[in-house]
DNA sequence: GACCTGCTGCGGTGTG
């Protein structure tokens, strides 16, 4: 193998990686393939025996991966040259190891990487193990394991916990981890950081890399992947992203178009228009809801495109969702509407087109789904932007602003999260045992548990033997014991067994299976909805759901029997999903785009369309600009309302809200209805409030704002929901097999059990105190939180008395309304709302009578039945 | 009484 001087590499000499690269074997050099600069600098680290990160944009990341995989056999070729090895008798034992997050990426992989191999090393196998593995494959990998094996974390703690894990593995010379961003900031990748301090431990000079796409802590993540020996890590960065184009579906009548809403249904026909001149189109929703709606107008606007454009997202079953996956790869669908659940995976050449309904929350989710199309070298990705509602006009702007400033989230990784460890203690006690010490000083090396106590070590002990103080005298949680050599073990098999059936971190919601009702047998499985949703339901009713209209017939066993329905009005499902934020990223570039706006500065389409939203908004109150705190304040029917626009996304809003009404109300006896979104929030008290005294009194001090943000939510019930999570990771309340599973709801039952236990019996549990740090950090955001509090602190505050609701307020009204519906649809309410307001819009803005929509909004029933007005305004002085 | 917000991802069963 020959050796070749590279002088182009800055990055890669500062850090001090040799800069010689192997040249390319012969059989790439006959497939006309001249590694890139940044193949040859991660080629030559690995040559060299150090551990990175690459990173490169998306929709290059997978070819990259796939080179870094061939790199592997060079970097095993410095020991036996290729030719020696081609025929040797004796297949290589497993030298490599490739971590995917998802088995169809793991299937795609193995593919990919077949070929070079096969030709490189023939004396290589490779395979892959994930929960799809067959019976057969998998009894061959008890007798022998490949030379390269593509598997997922999960599957890798299964491996971790063989009992001949330490000599099965001592072999590993790389470890491989495709898509780290998308592991680094939860629990998968602190199990991979525990997984990969393990492999060090048995192979002190492992080589590990990551493989990432855009990210905004590359730094970290390069950190976190490897631990205590990141200090030789190097972080290779590939070419710079592709050309990317970001465009706006505009309303045909920005004028017209809604303030408020998120479905976004008034633009279907826009949309099937861009459809219907693209080639193969992928409709990202935020919602699976959504997602099932917009497939549903798509279709009753374009009957004929029956066959043609398909669903997916989450809770369709597997089967539904490969079948729409082949018809992407073969290029006969022409659209298909999807959530996320097509962010990653398979490389879907023919997609043309990238569409996306209402906001997409944050930088690196729209790159991520720009990069779904154009996926062939030369084609730029293009992403159009379809919004719902006129002020996602202007985060549109916004987020085409944020990709070319390159303000991409970060994601930091959990720190220290208790639950997981006790899960790995059990996994290394199967695996061959610990000894305390020597494993303590493992997990340090990890950068998730780099500061663990040594208190907060023994209670995992503790917890892992014995289950805690309140728990002795159960043995299903004795679950590791340390013989007399002090080696701690699983001493049963039985526990064994339940421990191995319950590995991994991805706890899953309550739901049900959906059937087809057959006579004398099941029919195919539509997917999954929530139980409490079913629940709803009798039979005979309809709802939406994959796609189609379904009537419900009966309920078994966790399984909801369903037919085809006749037209009607179905419902749609409801699932209680994640909810994310609106990203500091993208709020800041929002927040600059107004400002810029209030400067007259309307130099985009989208911001003209957004023009006459922010005329009014201008006009009735001011534009919320950078370095200013607008509040304003409305008294109506209903009473005091205060709306503030922090800009700091919904979970941040919703302790903020939470927190100043608590606050507000420790001063004088007030109660407050709440509303939030992603922009702001809305205070409204039944009796008066005086705001302005209110606020002058220190109530945006950010002290203690853990304690005041507790104390004013009912966190009881989130730290319940959180602790759910915990236990299921931690092995305390666990799923049984599949055949016999145990129903969500008898596992929430046991999991608030013990919640309860402890609570009253074991305050010190360190699983409690983390399902508060846990409701803290990620249900409440409360370093976001924080920071706003400082940055509104700072701020000037710009005071509005209102006389119309402003369209920004307008938002927030509606969303208080979805909360507590009485007598009226809600469409028809915003509808009537809307009606109004452009009335009052359109009209002579001085003539408009400070009354419309406000007061018509405290409208009765009663009131209304008897065909009077809107009640006139009760006036305070 | 319905509802028109709320994503994604994995794993296990068996033994000659």
Redesign the pocket.
């Known amino acids: 193998m020959t050796a070749r001087v590279r002088p182009d590499a800055p990055k890669a000499a500062a850090r001090g990686v040799a800069l010689s690269a192997p040249a390319p074997h012969a059989w790439f050099a006959e497939r006309g393939w001249r590694p890139a600069a940044f193949q040859r600098e991660v080629w030559a680290a690995i040559a060299a025996g150090r551990s990175g990160l690459l990173h490169a944009d998306t929709g290059a990341g997978k070819t990259y991966a796939v080179w870094l995989g061939a790199l592997m056999a060079f970097a095993d070729a410095g020991a036996a040259p290729l030719p020696a090895r081609a025929g040797a008798a004796r297949a290589q034992p497993l030298r490599v190891l490739w971590l995917t997050?998802?088995?169809?990426l793991a299937a795609d992989t193995l593919q990919a990487l077949q070929a070079p191999l096969a030709a490189l090393a023939p004396d290589w196998r490779v395979g892959s193990?994930?929960?799809?593995t067959g019976?057969s494959e998998?009894?061959a990998q008890a007798r022998r394991l490949p030379s390269g094996l593509v598997?997922?974390p999960?599957?890798l703690s299964?491996l971790l916990a063989r009992a001949d894990a330490p000599r099965e593995l001592a072999s590993v010379r790389l470890v491989v981890v495709d898509e780290w961003h998308?592991m680094l900031g939860?629990k998968?990748g602190v199990q991979v950081q525990l997984a990969l301090a393990r492999l060090r431990t048995w192979v002190p000079d492992l080589c590990v890399w990551g493989l990432s796409a855009t990210l905004g802590n590359l730094d970290e993540a390069l950190a976190t992947l490897l631990g205590d020996n990141a200090g030789d890590g190097v972080l290779v960065r590939g070419p710079r992203e592709k050309a990317l184009r970001i465009d706006t579906l505009l309303p045909a009548r920005p004028e017209r178009f809604p303030w408020a809403g998120?479905?976004g249904?008034r633009m279907v026909p826009q949309v099937a228009e861009e459809i219907e001149h693209s080639g193969t189109t992928l409709v990202f929703t935020?919602?699976?809801?959504?997602a099932e709606?917009w497939y549903q107008a798509l279709l009753d606007l374009r009957p004929d495109w029956a066959g043609l454009i398909a669903l997916h997202?989450?809770?369709l079953d597997r089967a539904v969702r490969a079948w729409v996956e082949a018809g992407l790869r073969a290029g006969t669908l022409k659209a298909v509407v999807c959530?996320?659940?097509l962010?990653?995976?398979v490389d879907f050449l023919p997609v043309e087109r990238v569409l996306q309904i209402?906001?997409a929350?944050g930088v690196a989710r729209l790159l991520q789904r720009a990069g779904r199309s154009g996926h062939a070298p030369g084609r730029a990705s293009r992403i159009t932007l379809v919004p719902t509602h006129s002020l996602e006009l202007i985060e549109a702007a916004a987020v085409r602003d944020a990709v070319s400033s390159g303000q991409v989230e970060a994601r930091p990784p959990p720190d220290k999260p208790l639950d997981v460890l006790v899960q790995h203690l059990v996994t290394v006690a199967l695996g061959g045992g610990f000894r305390p010490e020597a494993l303590y000083d493992e997990v340090r090396s990890t950068c998730s548990y780099r500061e663990l106590t040594p208190a907060e070590w023994q209670w995992c002990l503790e917890f892992v033997r014995q289950g805690g103080p309140s728990l002795t005298a159960y043995p299903e949680y004795r679950r590791v014991l340390a013989d007399d050599a002090g080696v701690w073990r699983v001493p049963d098999a039985r526990l064994a067994?339940r421990h191995?059936?319950?590995?991994?971190?991805?706890?899953?919601d309550a739901s049900m299976t959906v059937r087809y009702w057959q006579r004398g047998g099941q029919g195919g499985a539509l997917g999954t909805v929530e139980e409490g949703f079913i629940a709803?339901l009798?039979p005979g009713?309809v709802f939406l759901f994959a796609g189609r209209p379904l009537e419900l017939v009966r309920v078994e066993q966790m399984t909801a029997y369903v037919r085809r329905a006749g037209a009607g009005?179905?419902?749609?499902?409801?699932?209680?999903?994640?909810?994310?934020?609106l990203s500091s990223e993208l709020a800041d570039a929002f927040v600059a785009r107004l400002t810029r706006a209030a400067q007259g500065e309307l130099d985009v389409p989208e911001m003209q369309a957004a023009a006459p939203l922010l005329a009014v908004q201008a006009a009735w109150s001011a534009l919320p600009v950078t370095g200013t705190l607008l509040i304003e304040t409305l008294r109506t029917r209903e009473g005091w309302h205060a709306y503030l626009y922090p800009f700091a996304g919904?979970l941040a809003h919703m302790g903020l809200a939470s927190l100043l009404a608590w606050r507000i109300g420790r001063r004088q006896p007030a109660t407050f209805s709440l509303a939030v979104?992603?922009y702001g929030l809305e205070l409204l008290s039944a009796t008066p409030v005086d705001w302005r005294a209110v606020f002058a009194e220190g109530l945006l001090d950010e002290s203690a704002v853990l304690e005041d943000a507790l104390a004013s939510l009912n966190a009881g019930e989130l730290r319940l929901r959180r602790f759910r999570e915990i236990a299921r990771i931690a092995g305390l309340v666990v799923?049984?097999?599949?055949?016999a599973?145990q129903s969500s709801r008898q596992l929430q039952a046991s999991a608030s059990l013990f919640f309860r236990v402890f609570e009253q019996y074991d305050r010190a549990n360190l699983l409690l105190s983390q399902a508060e740090r846990e409701v803290l950090s990620q249900e409440l955001d409360v370093a976001r939180l924080r920071q706003t509090l400082v940055r509104m602190q700072a701020a000037r505050q710009v005071w509005i008395e209102l006389k119309h609701v402003s369209p920004f307020a307008f938002a927030l009204m509606v969303?208080r309304f979805?909360e507590k519906?009485?007598?009226e649809?809600?469409?028809d309410r915003v509808a009537r709302m809307l009606a109004q307001l452009e009335a009052a819009a359109g009209g002579e803005r001085g003539a408009a009578e400070p009354t419309d929509v406000v007061f018509a909004l405290g409208d009765t029933p009663a009131r209304k039945r008897a065909g009077r007005g809107p009640r006139r305004p009760r006036r305070r002085s």
């Open positions: 997050p998802m088995r169809a193990r994930t929960g799809d019976s998998r009894a598997t997922t999960e599957s299964l998308e939860n998968r998120h479905l249904k935020n919602t699976r809801s959504q709606l997202h989450g809770s959530t996320s659940s962010d990653l995976g209402g906001s929350k067994r191995r059936m319950n590995i991994g971190t991805i706890v899953s709803r009798a009713d009005r179905p419902a749609v499902p409801r699932w209680n999903g994640g909810r994310m934020p919904r979104n992603d799923q049984g097999p599949p055949h599973r969303e979805r519906l009485s007598t649809k809600l469409g």
